[in-house]
Each structure stands twice: as C-alpha cells, then as structure tokens.
C-alpha cells in the first residue's frame, strides 16, 4: 500500500495550507504555466489539468519524472532541474487551486 505513506506526509502540509491563505506562487511556476497555466488549468492540449489535484499525487508525479521513472521527455524536462523543495512547493500549489469546470476548452 505504497499510497499511505504519501496519505500521511500530506497531512500536515494540509493542516498548515489551512491555517495560512493561498499559497505564494513558488519561484518556478513560471516553468510550467505554459502549459499547465498559472492556476493549474492546462493551456495546451494533452497538458493534464493540476488544479485540485492531491498533493500527494502531484508530488509522486514529480518525482517519477525527474527520476525518469514516468519516461515522458517534455516532462522530464521540466522537472529535471527542480530540487525537492521546489516540487514541494509546485504541488502544494496546483493542489490549492480551483478544480477545471468540466468540459471546458483548453485556450491558451
Ligand atoms: C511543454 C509543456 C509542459 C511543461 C512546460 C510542463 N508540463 Fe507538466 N505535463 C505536460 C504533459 C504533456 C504532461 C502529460 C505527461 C504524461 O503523459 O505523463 C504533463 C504532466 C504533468 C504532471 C502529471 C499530471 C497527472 O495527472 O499525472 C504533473 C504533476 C506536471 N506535469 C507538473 C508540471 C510542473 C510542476 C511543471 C513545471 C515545473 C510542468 N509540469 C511543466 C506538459 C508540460
């Protein structure tokens, strides 16, 4: 059950997101707004949306890239220069923004 543990680690990031307003954009969002946009709803098509996804997820995510396990070169690209804070922030971030309305289209 390898999902626990993240389960568990993103409750005090939780607790502290609630105690504090939003989030500060994190210094490399910039990175990744053109395609995911500044608020997590994608810009291009085949960009996943981020907003309202879990921390947790976000995070592993992240991780899988960098690590290469998640073999996707337009992401490993974005996420290869960023340290393990930076993803930190990135993904409480996106987790903290409104979810997409389904159906919507994707403008830039
Ligand atoms: C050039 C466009 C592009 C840029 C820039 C980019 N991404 Fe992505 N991102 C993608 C695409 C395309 C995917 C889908 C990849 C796949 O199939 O796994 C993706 C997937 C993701 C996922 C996985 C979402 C999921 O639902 O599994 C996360 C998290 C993510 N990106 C975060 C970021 C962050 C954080 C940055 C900035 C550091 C960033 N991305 C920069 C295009 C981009």
Known sequence: ???IPWMLA?????AAGAASATPAP???LGLC????G???????PGAPDLAGQSYPYLLQAL???RSGQ???????????????KDMQALAHWFAAQ????????VTP
């Open 1 to 3: 059950m390898s999902w």
């Open 10 to 14: 993103a409750l005090p990031i939780a």
């Open 26 to 28: 994190p210094a490399q």
């Open 33 to 36: 707004a053109a395609c995911h």
């Open 38 to 44: 500044e608020d997590g709803h994608a810009r291009i």
């Open 63 to 65: 991780h899988e890239y």
């Open 70 to 84: 998640r073999n996707v070169p337009v992401m490993r690209a974005a996420a290869g220069p960023l340290s393990d």
């Open 98 to 105: 409104s979810p997409c309305k389904p159906g919507r289209a």
